[in-house]
Each structure stands twice: as C-alpha cells, then as structure tokens.
C-alpha cells in the first residue's frame, strides 16, 4: 500500500468518515477516547501529518493577516512595526501576507474575506485618508489600524501618544530658550499630526508663549527629507527650533539648515518623532520622540487576532518619550 496523504486515506485505514479522523487529529472531544487513539496512531504509524492549510479551510479560517499600505516604499519605522507584527502573528499562529493597498475599492478587502485568503487586515493610518477608513469600516472586514483610534469605537486600534509627544518635543525646545519654533507635520487630515500640533499648542500655552500660525507647516509623505527641507525653506530666517513629526523630516530640515548656512543645534535646534535606528547616528544624533515601533507591531497582531477570536473591538496606546541627543 502506498503511503496515505489525505484524510481519506487514513479514513479508509481506520473504517471511519472523513470527519472522524479530521475531529480525532484535532483532538476533540467529540471523539471518543478509544477511537481518536486508535485513529492517531494509525497517523503516526504511516507518519501522516495533516496539511495545515486544508486544515484551516475546513474550518473557515485562512490564519493570514493581510497587511496595508499604499505607500510605495515603508519608511524605517513603519519596517519596525512590520517586523512587530510579524513576530507576534507568529507567535499566534498566523502568518502575515503584504498587499497593495485598494482602499478605494472595499470590496476588494471583502473579496479577500470571502474568498478565504485572509481573515482580516492590518492598517496604516499614514497610508489612509478618512474616506477610505470609513469605507473598510462600511465593508464589515475584521481590521485594525494603525496611528489613529475611532471616536466611536468603530474599529479596533493601536495609537502612539501624539499628544504627549508633541507637548514634550515643543516643551523641551522652550526649555532650551527657543521662542520662534516651527512645526513641519504631514496632511492635515491625518489625525496623529493634528494630535501632535494639539500638544505643540498646549506646550506654548503652559511657557506663557504665543504661537506663530506662520510657522505650522503641513506636507505630504512621500519622499519626506525633500519635502521637510523645502518646508523649512519657506520659513522666516529667525527660526530658532523645529519640530519634526517624523525622523525623516528632522533629516531634512537639518539638511536645509546646513544648506542655509547655519549651525544644528547652535541656530536651529531640532526634534524629531519616531526614534528609528538611524535617529542615534545622524549627524549630529537626533533628538527625537521614542515610539516603540516593535512592541506597536505586536500590538497590532494581537489587537486584531482578538477581534477575530472573541469579536472584541480594543483601541491600545503606547507611550511616548522624548530622547535627548546633540541635535536639541
């Protein structure tokens, strides 16, 4: 006899249907003791193992999480998020698969569900306008996002603290004695940014300091160092401090502070926001706002294995912090 390699064969060995020997392999208990053992090792005799895949099918789950994003290249921190994620998926037994994005179209997303290739979504709201979250939300596909919660506790999330890590990145700055502060955020529309200036604000309120509107600039973030530098050109030359809302914008600005013939931290002092790998060893090393970007992936795979076991919908928070460095 050749050797079995589905469950039929091991069906037809044991004189059982097909179901018994896949709810004995599974350990249920809605097999009796003698059966499922002498099903078992019947298995083990002819070293049968059953196909994972065709095992989560029959039970209507695919364990694969599609990851989103649209942009065309994940910068630094977004790669730490990832390999959060995929570390702790692991550890849940599931596996991470990275899509392009189509949030235009939620019917693509549900097409996935549907069809049994994912079980649901990982978001980054950097990648996502309004428009387009509401419409994955419309759609009814299990996800999580990234960056921003919902007012309405409509989806699940994972968010750093943009709040707090916009206070301290202004509040340090005004601490230092810098008065004529600028902040180069991303769109206006990604509620993160719109946290971070909300704490830029409350910074200057709580130092007794009036704000410039003059200086608040908003860019996309795509291609981010040239677009901070070309922000920070479009300030007024008395600019004595910067905060940045991502460490690839604080390179940018200080790479246009050089350009402009001035000094980092002596003219213009900078903060970033992130603090990836390479915020230790720019030149000079880059004050910054921590956001651990690894325990934020994992977050986001539990957050939404969760949501997919017990249909819980959680917003998390990670804290921020501010590291101190020679650029501020």
Known sequence: MSRPTTIAD?????????????RALNDSPLIGVETRERIQAIAEEHDFQMNATAQRLSRGQ????????????????????????SAGL?????????????????????????????????????SCTPKEIAGIVESGVPFVLWGASSPK?????????????????????LELGRRRLAFIGGPTWAREIGERLEGFDEAHRLAGVEPDPALIVHTDWPDAEAVAARAFETLPDDVDGVVANSDRFAIGVI?????????????????????????????????TIRQDGPLAGRLLARTLVQQLETGAVTSVSIPAELVVRESA
């Open 10 to 22: 091991i069906a037809r060995i044991a004189g059982v249907s097909k179901s018994t020997v896949s």
């Open 255 to 287: 790479e246009a502070v050089r350009a402009a013939g001035k000094r980092v931290p002596e003219d213009v002092a900078v903060v970033g926001y992130d603090d990836t790998a390479i915020a230790a060893f720019t030149n000079p090393p880059l004050t």
């Open 90 to 126: 692991h550890e849940l037994g599931y596996e991470l698969l990275v899509l392009p994005g189509r949030l235009d179209d939620p019917a693509w997303s549900r097409g996935y569900v549907d069809s049994g290739r994912a079980d649901g979504f990982i978001l980054l709201s950097a």
């Open 153 to 173: 506790n409509q989806f699940s999330s994972v968010t750093g603290d943009s709040l707090t890590g916009g206070r301290l990145a202004t509040a340090h700055l």
């Open 62 to 85: 695919s364990h694969v999480v599609g990851l989103i994003s649209k942009a065309p290249h994940l910068d630094m921190f977004m790669l730490e998020i990832m390999g959060g994620i």
